[in-house]
């Protein structure tokens, strides 16, 4: 169970419950969630191993409750909107899936609580990508898989006036790809492939992978300068390849790490020094 703290002081008792209730009542049914298959071996790790250590703040939760409220909302007057339960074995592996869903003329569509940001990228975005992944899971759990349509319908919890030209109003519904059943059922392997060992045996894994700690600003160097040659190439990949196009000696150019945005700002294991492979910046050394 999370121990929570307080970081100004001023947060008031019944929130603060609200938080601590809807931290613990969401328990997994099965050996594995959709999301968690979807995120990060080792995520799912820590949760298991390490979650009784984690201290995190009431304020980092807010967003989380704010999206527990609308969802409350929805199933109490949505109508054809409801929580959506189901479960599939793949592996001897139980995978379990529970999202807000309504069937509207032939399309499945996933509700999101979310910021304006995400809808102006137009679905394009790296949390787009993953509602895709998630909701053409769910859409294997479902009888038949049939549906004609994938759609995400975005409620937009910051929407303002000034945003008007871009997103003109605080909901936005998109299309997205909907993965035949071989395409979903070849992710699912995919991934079940990443999680050998982890669900069976407990076994930690390797580190986050490169997108999985949102690393997107990566930089190539030289020998002998502190500045960057050039920076904000979004992949590891892209970086190297521009060495790789250099004239000349290219031993003398590498390639910097980006900054783990994730680990640094979003994960409550890596703020609390719980993950095995990052330090927090302001940690001290032994």
């Known amino acids: 169970m999370t121990t929570f703290t307080d970081a100004t002081g001023r947060m008031p008792d019944p929130i603060k419950r609200a938080i601590e209730h809807y931290d613990t009542s969401h328990v997994r049914r099965g050996d594995i969630s959709v999301t ?16 009784d250590q984690l201290m995190a703040s009431y304020q980092s939760r807010m967003f989380a409750l704010y999206g527990s409220v609308m ?31 309504a069937f509207d003329k032939g399309a499945l569509v996933d509700y ?42 975005m409620i937009l919890r910051d929407w303002g006036p000034r945003y008007r030209n871009e997103v003109p109003e605080p909901f936005v519904q ?8 071989v395409e979903a059922e070849g992710y699912i392997q995919e991934r079940l492939a990443l ?25 190539v160097t030289k020998v002998g300068l502190k500045k960057a040659v050039k920076a904000g190439f979004q992949t590891r990949k892209e970086a190297q390849a521009y060495i790789n196009g250099l004239k000349g000696d290219t031993s003398i150019y590498a390639v910097r790490d980006a900054k783990p945005k994730r680990c ?14 990052y330090k927090p910046e302001n940690e001290s050394e032994d």
């Open 264 to 277: 640094a700002e979003y994960c409550d294991f890596g703020a609390c020094g719980l993950c095995p492979y």
């Open 174 to 181: 998109i299309d997205v790809p909907k993965w035949s059943v």
């Open 36 to 51: 968690e298959l979807i995120d990060s071996p080792l995520m799912f790790w820590l949760r298991k191993n390490r979650a």
């Open 71 to 101: 969802a409350s909302i929805l199933e109490k007057f949505g109508g054809e909107l409801a929580e959506v339960r189901g479960e599939i074995v793949r592996n001897g592996v139980t995978i379990s899936g529970s999202a807000d869903l």
């Open 112 to 153: 999101k609580f979310t910021s304006v940001f995400v809808a102006k990228d137009g679905g394009n975005s790296r949390i787009v990508d993953h509602w895709t992944k998630q909701v053409n899971l769910y859409r294997i759990m479902l009888p038949n898989h049939a549906v004609d349509r994938l759609s995400i319908a």
């Open 195 to 219: 999680f050998d060992g982890v669900i069976s045996r407990n076994e930690m894994p390797a580190q986050c992978s490169d997108e999985e700690r949102w690393l997107s600003d990566f930089a």
